[in-house]
């Protein structure tokens, strides 16, 4: 009872802090906006420069990064409970390189016009209507039936491969990784000059959002991965003991681990369709969060969206401010702090 208190004590001390991060990280940037030009104390204007800057760029911003950081988070989290690997994350199971594909896709073809409208480029003269709701619709719902088709390759290559580890089947999902990076690559080469760089800006990965809503399009997929992280907590944590103890505890091991596949690969989806591919965040927050509070996912699920939010807020933070008045995509930053540390995962046993 006791362990168990000092764990939520824990988490309750990283949401305080991940809380203090989002509260000070809009005030940061290419020039520090003080309160006094915010809350209009001293009679200043509530239409000034400062004034919109703040609410309508950073602000959702903010909320944007720390609500897909969770999400990254919970997805890794819970991928690596199923695969029982500590490796496994998002982008090497190829769940969220099927996604950029799909979202890539639907940029390159033209599709996706309403979505791109609102990370920076103007909306066609006369969207209007179903076609403006199809452009905005169109990057998500390709986004998903990329990760879907990743889902299926992994699975059919399980299937045929019946004695397949959980190791094996990791290594599948980095050569689907590898094919649907190719894929996008060709998609950059054939397309014009337009299309290619917004390509490759977006397969970068960054968060730019221009209105006071649009930060939360990456709530409902942090809700989705935050339910089923705590809904199936418990067969989680038997999960990671093995399939045949789970099975002899009452796991219905295959209905759980394909909703659950399903519902973190939807999120992961999601997430990609709004800040394109972000490396390894999924496998940092998750190990982060184990070493403080244990293995127990009730405990760890929450931990480990509260240090994946505030990682991926402080380095859009940075990706912002470094290079100002540049802006440059925040997955460069993960990808430089994330391959040191997936390298000490991996040779971390060996030492031992």
């Known amino acids: 009872m006791n362990a168990r208190r000092g764990e939520w ?14 509260a000070a990280a809009p005030w940061i ?15 200043n204007s509530l239409d000034s420069a400062e004034v919109k ?42 769940v969220s390189s099927g996604a950029a594909f799909g979202a890539a896709a639907a940029i390159r073809f033209g599709f996706g016009a309403g979505v791109l409208g609102s990370r920076g480029v103007s909306y066609l003269s006369g969207t209007i209507g179903l076609q403006r709701l199809f452009g905005e619709m169109a990057i998500p719902v390709s986004s998903f039936a990329g990760a879907i088709l990743a889902i299926a390759i992994i699975s059919l290559f399980s299937r045929l491969s019946r004695n397949a ?21 060709v998609f950059q080469y054939t397309g014009g000059a337009v299309e290619t760089y917004k390509l490759l800006s977006w397969t970068m990965g960054g968060i730019s959002v221009t209105g006071a809503l649009e930060g939360l399009r990456a709530l409902p997929p942090l809700i989705l991965a935050f339910a089923l992280s705590l809904f199936f ?34 999120s992961v989806a999601l997430v990609v369709a709004n800040c394109g591919p972000i490396a390894f965040l999924g496998l940092i927050a998750p190990h982060m969060a184990r070493r403080l509070v244990g293995p127990r996912h009730r405990s760890l699920a929450p931990c480990s969206a509260a240090i994946g939010g505030t990682a991926l807020v402080l380095c859009d933070t940075a990706a912002r401010t470094i290079w100002a008045p540049a802006d440059i995509p925040v997955g460069i930053i993960i990808c430089f702090l994330g391959a040191p540390f997936f390298l000490w995962l991996l040779f971390k046993p060996r030492e031992r």
């Open 165 to 185: 580890s959980d190791a094996s089947l990791l290594l599948a999902g980095v050569a689907v990784s590898s094919l649907f990076s190719s894929l996008i690559m």
């Open 233 to 266: 907590s418990t067969e989680l944590d038997l999960i990671t003991f093995g399939d045949e103890i789970a099975a002899t505890r009452g796991v219905e091991l295959e209905m759980t681990k394909r909703l659950l596949f399903a519902g973190m690969s939807l």
């Open 53 to 94: 800057i703040f609410w309508q760029l950073r602000v959702p911003r903010v909320v944007m990064a720390w609500c897909a950081g969770a999400a990254f988070g919970l997805c890794g989290m819970v991928f690596q409970a199923l695969f029982r690997n500590p490796l496994a994350e998002p982008s090497l199971l190829g």
């Open 29 to 43: 940037g290419i020039r520090l906006i003080s309160p006094s030009e915010i809350f209009d104390w001293g009679g």
């Open 9 to 22: 004590k824990i988490a309750a001390a990283l949401f305080a802090a991940s809380l203090f991060v989002i």
